[in-house]
DNA sequence: TTGCTAATGCAAATCATTCTCAATAAGAAG
DNA sequence: CTTCTTATTGAGAATGATTTGCATTAGCAA
């Protein structure tokens, strides 16, 4: 039972940094998560399983975690950021003007996007975000149908 | 003499809106900039022309001007919004990591992309924001330069 | 176990953006 | 041109998100 079989530890120690229960957790509560959280609700979640994490902590944990290359940052139409712990492949967002439901997708065409400016500009690219806004299918259907409700 | 000669004015009209000298200020200093302004630069560029002109009416301006599809608002890395005069045809941006400098090219596989998703999700895509970052020519050869880091 | 110091919680501070409200002025109507 | 309605403005307070200072705690290397 000495070895050390805890991989995010290790992650943290290569990166010189110490892992603490309120980081564990906030990555945590962000993996299992299939929304991209605003801090606040990031901060929620985490309060189920520690009632003292504070907010400060959430906000400079995602500023570690998004150095660190765990976690992304989103713009997602709203005046505040959201986040969301970063999986194998890159992904894309549609958000829906409507109704702000937030599609993911991904498309081997933004891989030859950035070839392209490689090549053209003589850049080094490393992040891509590719955000697309409008309707989604039952948006588009509600505003053809007659006029109702209407949120933002 | 006495021809409505003025295009802006019928377009603020159009949207039932009314054009005022900071309106029409702001939008010009917009177009004539090659920069990607956030409020204050915008605000400080105004205030050469119309010293009075508040922020607030700054901020209020390119809600409205957004609005009418005249202003896109760009979030480039800062933690703040930066906005530029819609033109011609869409563009997209990479941002350097390096020195904050911004290149702004168009590709056509954006349009590809939108085509895709339409298609396969059934949503109307109506706004699209591509945004790379990395390092620029310049940063990369200042980077090996200066140290060891060997990469790629 | 000890010691150094990074990380935390809390509250105050900052920063960008929005709002309130009285005064002003754009533009339609006459 | 004058009048009238009300959208727009400037100033500053208010808000909301994110950050920071500081005293205390605790990770982890030795
Ligand atoms: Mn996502
Ligand atoms: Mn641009
Ligand atoms: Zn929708
Ligand atoms: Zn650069």
Do not use: W
């Amino acid at each position: 039972m000495s070895e050390s079989n805890d991989r995010l530890r290790d992650v943290f120690r290569a990166a010189g940094r110490r892992l603490t229960p309120q980081r564990r957790l906030i990555l945590e509560v962000l993996e299992e998560s299939d929304e991209h959280l605003d801090a606040e609700a990031l901060h929620d979640q985490a309060k189920i399983h520690d009632p003292d994490i504070s907010l400060a902590t959430v906000y400079r944990t995602l500023a570690v975690l998004k150095e660190m290359g765990l976690v992304e940052e989103h713009h997602l139409g709203e005046d505040h950021s959201h986040y969301e712990a970063v999986r194998d492949g890159p992904h894309y967002h549609f958000t829906c003007l409507g109704c702000g439901k937030v599609i993911e997708f991904d498309t081997p065409l933004i891989a030859q996007v950035k070839q392209e400016l490689s090549e053209r500009e003589g850049v080094r690219v490393i992040g891509a975000h590719l955000h697309l806004s409008g309707y989604c299918a039952q948006c588009q259907a509600k505003k053809a149908g007659g006029q109702g409700s209407n949120e933002e």
